[in-house]
């Protein structure tokens, strides 16, 4: 079983910055890729940044420039360094990890950006 747990996740002023981090567990836990979605209020949930077991990157085009993506050595955490945060960056971010059994999401943590 893949266990999938993000944290890092509050309520921050426009411009301000946040580091969320995920990890996942489980019985010879692996990954071919993890990433970070997003979902507002009352819209579908989104794409952010992904990263490779080989460290290749992908970010949405919204983030890039002020968000970025890294992994631990393990190959089993991921973090995200949020800069220049705006109130468009509000909801809640989820973790999903790619591998060979499937795919998997955590429960989320919540990013509030006030203006």
């Known amino acids: 079983q893949v266990r999938v747990v993000e944290s890092g996740g509050e309520l921050v002023q426009a411009g301000g910055s946040l580091r969320l981090s995920c990890q996942g567990s489980?019985?010879?836990?692996?990954?071919?890729?993890m990433g970070w979605f997003r979902q507002a209020p009352g819209k579908e949930r989104e794409f952010v940044a992904r990263?490779?077991?080989?460290?290749?990157?992908s970010y949405a085009d919204s983030v890039k420039g002020r968000f970025t993506i890294s992994k631990n050595k393990a190959n089993n955490a991921i973090f995200l360094q949020m800069n220049s945060l705006k109130p468009e960056d509000t909801g809640v971010y989820y973790c999903?990890?790619?591998?060979?059994?499937?795919?998997?999401w955590g429960q989320g943590t919540q990013v509030t950006v006030s203006s």
């Open positions: 999903n990890v790619n591998n060979q059994i499937g795919e998997f």
């Open positions: 489980g019985r010879s836990f692996s990954m071919h890729a």
């Open positions: 990263i490779r077991v080989n460290g290749q990157t």
